[in-house]
């Protein structure tokens, strides 16, 4: 009989782990809101999923459900994962710092760095076309480098997010890299084997790709802050009774 510790369903058991996180983490929101907004980026996240073949087997290339990813280069795996990292990665300092919402008044969306307001949100896939399209870098490198401006580009347009956006960065960092650990003690060895390491640095620290803690920071910098953004909503500190 298939055991879970087989290292086909490490991908699959992996993902389960974030959802379980997830979770516990929308439990723990006590603001509607921020449950709402935990649940609707997590579900636009989930799409990003879908761009799984971009980095199979250049990157990496996991074993999946139906061996989906190596038959198909799509898998079920990558959208339970992208579903578990935006929802995270968006409510994580809201829960911490206890902050909740106010919409920006309509008069406040003409002041100057809101002018920007659309080049900055389409400045990450933008940026990641460009080069996609004029590198020869592996995609990785591509995500990391055109999140990392968009959220320069979004930090810019919003000052008022910065805070949220450099705490939720390290926040979602070592959550991230907590959750890398039980991957590589439930699958010892699986990193090696599935992540192409001779096409990136190859660096591994305790374990883990340098690559996979640089999307953490860099998806915990720009992701953070898309909710507000998109919705012209403002932090404020949440009263308590």
Known sequence: MNSIHEPQFAWF????????????????????????????????TALTGLAEPLFIPGYWSPPSLFDLAHRTGFDIESVIFSFGTGGIAVVIYELIFKKSHEKILAFRRNEHHHRLHIFALLST????LVLFFTTDWNI??????????????AWY??????????????????????????L?????GYVEQVWNLKAISGILILGIPLEELLFALSFGFLW??????????KLT???TH
Do not use: Q
């Open 224 to 233: 953070s802050s898309i909710y507000e953004h998109i919705t012209w909503r």
């Open 157 to 182: 347009c919003r000052p008022d997010l910065k805070k949220k956006m450099f705490a939720s960065a390290f926040i979602f960092f070592w959550i991230y890299f907590i959750y890398f650990i039980t």
């Open 140 to 153: 990785i490198y591509s995500v990391i480098v055109s999140m990392t401006l968009g959220g320069l580009f």
């Open 184 to 188: 590589i003690a439930l699958y010892p």
């Open 13 to 44: 058991f992996w993902s389960l782990i974030l959802i379980l996180i997830w979770v516990v983490i929308y439990i723990l929101l006590k603001n509607k809101e921020s449950k709402r907004e935990m649940l609707i980026v997590s579900l636009l």
């Open 125 to 128: 896939p933008l940026m990641f």
């Open 237 to 239: 500190r949440k009263l």
